[in-house]
């Protein structure tokens, strides 16, 4: 069927096809990825084909026509028919018309490309993999933006000052953030069960667990917490963060409970949210604790120690004073003041 045919036949939208849901199956159950990383790859994808059905490639997805794009009859002749140039022209309209920044592109790419490999080694619907010369777009590495020693304080003052009973909640999240550096999602997960004493256990990415070691300050926040804690619903009894009605606290409340103290200590919203706490907690052990890059690496949960090696490069305060420590940085060029100038 033609992209014209099946742009007329779209009379009731479906915003997936056969191949596409066979893909994130084998994500989920094969490759054991995450929930929120397949609903991403999906996303992805979803984006790519309507960009080849829609007749006007100028349409943004934040339109109301764009929803009305209906890619359920996309099948395995139009995805033999497909090209490297499409990819190609697809990652331009990004660019372009879109304004998508260089990352953004670069995990578009990524997910076509493992979308392709999927159809050509495992579905064996292709021959070839037309995504496997797709160039991902150059990302410039920036350094993490984080929170200062001083700066961390003044927010978690900032919590411990509410009144209410949630405002013990919110100190024992931000004491979690700041201390353990753990992600957005992970936080939300935890369940009562999980924590024992000096250890909590989270579950990171791709489905893998890890024990996260607790020191004083967050011990003492989470006891403090616990009976204050909402009477939670029988369905949302084990989570160990609950809302005020008794519900699992969610990600979009947790970013919503962070916006409000990083304002009332003064800092910036804008600038900073909850993924820059897990930066601030990794800068503030490697700056202050001596932390080992390693160890660091299990910490943060990072599966490559090159995701961790950033934080090897944002202490300038560490870097000045290794150069006072050269044994040379004492010695002073002689002078004759009987010298003239030239």
């Known amino acids: ?15 997936t096809f056969p191949r596409l849901d066979e893909f994130i199956g084998y994500l989920q159950a094969i490759l054991g990825r995450s929930e929120g990383t397949a609903r991403q790859y999906r996303y992805d994808i979803v984006l790519f084909f309507r960009f080849l059905i829609a007749d006007n490639r100028s349409l943004q997805p934040e339109d109301d026509a764009w929803e009305e794009i209906d890619i359920s009859e996309v099948d395995d002749k139009m995805l033999r028919s497909l090209q490297l140039s499409d990819l190609y022209s697809y990652i331009t309209w990004l660019a372009v018309s879109r304004k998508n920044a260089p990352a953004t592109r670069a995990r578009r790419t990524s997910s076509l490309r493992t979308f392709f490999d999927y159809l050509t080694t495992k579905a064996h619907v292709l021959e070839e993999n037309i ?39 919110d100190y024992a999240i931000l ?16 369940n009562l069960a999980d924590w024992r004493e000096d250890t909590l256990t989270v579950l990171g990415k791709g489905g893998k667990e890890r024990t996260i070691y607790l020191n004083g300050a967050c011990i003492a926040a989470l006891r403090n917490y ?7 619903k029988a369905e949302h009894k084990e989570a160990l963060f609950v809302s005020r009605i008794g519900t699992r606290l969610s990600p979009r409340a947790v970013e919503n409970v962070i916006k409000k103290y990083l304002r009332e200590a003064g800092i910036d919203s804008r600038r900073y949210s909850t ?5 601030t907690a990794a ?7 001596e932390v080992d890059i390693r160890s660091l690496q299990t910490i943060l949960g990072h599966a490559s120690v090159a995701t961790t090696e950033i ?10 004073e290794a150069v006072e420590k050269n044994p040379l940085a004492s010695e002073r060029p002689a002078t004759n003041e009987n010298e003239e100038n030239v």
Not at 283 to 289: A, D, F, K, S
Not at 311 to 320: E, M, P, W
């Open 311 to 320: 934080y090897t490069h944002i202490d300038q305060r560490a870097l000045h």
């Open 131 to 169: 995504a496997a010369h797709l160039e991902r777009p150059k990302i410039l590495k920036r350094l993490p933006r984080y929170l200062s020693l001083e700066e961390s304080r003044d927010l978690l003052n900032a919590a411990s000052e509410g009144e209410c009973r949630l405002s013990t909640r």
């Open 1 to 15: 069927m033609s992209i014209e045919q099946m742009m007329k036949n779209s009379k009731h939208p479906i915003d």
């Open 226 to 232: 616990l009976p204050n804690r909402v009477k939670p």
């Open 275 to 279: 993924h820059k706490l897990r930066h």
């Open 283 to 289: 800068t503030l052990m490697y700056q202050y604790g």
């Open 175 to 190: 004491t979690l953030f700041l201390n353990c550096g753990m992600r957005l999602s992970e936080l939300c997960g935890i």
